[in-house]
């Protein structure tokens, strides 16, 4: 491609390093609002439910090791980050050659979509599911096909498969962001050869930042069809499970040339020692993550239940956030529940009511249940609303995940 990195430096901004959140109770991880920039900021009384967060946080064995790295802060992180990419290839039973770091999967995304999407040869993702690639593309000038999902919110991956045919680039979010849906490993292997029968130059990117959360026996990782062929990649993320979202750390596994055509693309002082040490931290932790899949499960499921109670269905989730019809504006309906201390998601169109409701601690799911509860046995408001995306796309504009 004739994109250079400069130029992609430029249209996704510069990366900055993430605060850390340090001797705060586990509950100091809940309610935030807004500052003037977008930017979530702590709000006594508020439950935030909006981000796809962990609510629970990182745990006190990272937090501790952060603040063990202070002294480090002046050095670069080379060490570290060299230590978390041998880690996390080990444990998925890569070479080191077939993984890449990222600041967040976010810079991951954006870096694949510039390595492989062009003028002649676009981007094609679902509708509703994490914008980040369509945005990206829209912003690039390329040619952005999205396909709407099933009535079942299922990626139609036919219609996907059929569509990519000439693009650059497919995105697939499995699960899929917002609705929660899943496609077992079969599904996922299907689409995988039939795109590639239609088209071998197209490149699929499977987004895995839910997978950790899964528990359908019917899936797997699709980690084994990105080391066996070259157009195949799949992204992971330390935000969701391992409760760091504020740290940015994400990766990519593939096969080596593939990862170094996104390589091309990413900052090589993008991470910082404290992101890479509470990264390596996590992920040393065997136990947290069944501890906070189970957790999630537990809570979802009290939260599903009481929305059933209530006359809603629920779209079935394998990951920590909900969606569900509130058949209502969800403009209006999420004004409402932020009015009783509950922050839900913003608009997904074309699913206009349609509310998506991250899954937070018990505790925080028992009070939303009972604000969610109230104010859809309320009537429905008309309020005066700007249309959802009525505004411009501005890359540096801030997106909650």
Not at 207 to 228: G, N
Not at 242 to 270: C, E, H, S, V
Not at 378 to 387: C, K, M
Request: hydrophobic fraction near 40%.
């Amino acid at each position: 491609m004739a994109t250079s990195r400069r130029t992609f430096l430029q249209l996704v901004g510069a990366n900055s390093l993430a605060a850390a959140a340090l001797g705060r109770p586990a509950a100091a991880f809940a309610g935030q609002a807004r500052d003037r920039s977008g930017v979530a900021t702590d709000a006594a009384g508020v439950i935030r439910l909006s981000a796809n967060e962990n609510s629970n946080g990182p745990g006190e064995n990272v937090l501790a090791a952060i603040q063990r790295s202070f002294g480090r802060v002046n050095r670069y992180p080379f060490q570290t980050a060299g230590s978390l990419r041998e880690a996390v290839a080990a444990s998925n039973a890569v070479p080191t050659d077939h993984l890449t770091l990222g600041c967040g999967s976010s810079e991951i995304l954006d870096a694949a979509v510039m390595a492989f999407a062009e003028k002649d040869h676009g981007v094609v993702t679902a509708l509703p599911t994490f914008e980040l690639v369509s945005d990206l593309g829209k912003h690039m000038g390329v040619p952005v096909v999205d396909v709407p999902v099933t009535k079942g919110l299922e990626l139609d991956l036919g219609q996907m498969s059929e569509k990519s045919a000439g693009s650059g680039f497919v995105y697939i979010c499995n699960p899929n962001n917002p609705t929660g849906t899943l496609h077992g490993a079969k599904a996922i292997e299907e689409f995988v050869d039939e795109t590639l029968r239609r088209d071998p130059h197209v490149t699929i990117l499977i987004d895995e930042a839910y997978h950790e959360y899964v528990e359908r026996d019917d899936y797997k990782t699709a980690i084994a069809l990105a080391i066996a062929n070259p157009r195949v990649i799949v992204s992971r993320t330390f935000s969701k499970i391992y409760g760091l979202a504020g740290m940015r750390i994400g990766y990519a596994i593939g096969q080596p040339d593939t990862i170094r055509k996104i390589d091309r693309f990413l900052d090589p002082l993008r991470l910082s020692c404290l992101s890479t040490t509470a990264a390596l931290t996590a992920h040393a932790d065997t136990l947290r993550a069944p501890d906070q899949r189970q957790r999630n499960h537990d809570a979802r499921a009290y939260t599903v239940n009481a929305l059933k109670d209530a006359g809603f269905a629920v779209v079935p989730s394998e990951a920590n956030f909900i969606m569900f019809d509130t058949r209502r504006d969800i403009r209006q309906f999420a004004a409402d529940c932020r009015a009783k201390g509950i922050e839900i998601a913003r608009p997904f169109p074309p699913l206009t009511t349609h509310a998506r409701v991250t899954i937070g601690t018990m505790d925080e799911m028992k009070k939303a249940s009972e604000v969610l509860r109230q104010v859809l046995s309320a009537p429905p408001t008309s309020a005066r609303l700007d249309p959802p995306d009525a505004r411009p796309i501005h890359r540096g504009d801030v997106r909650e995940c």
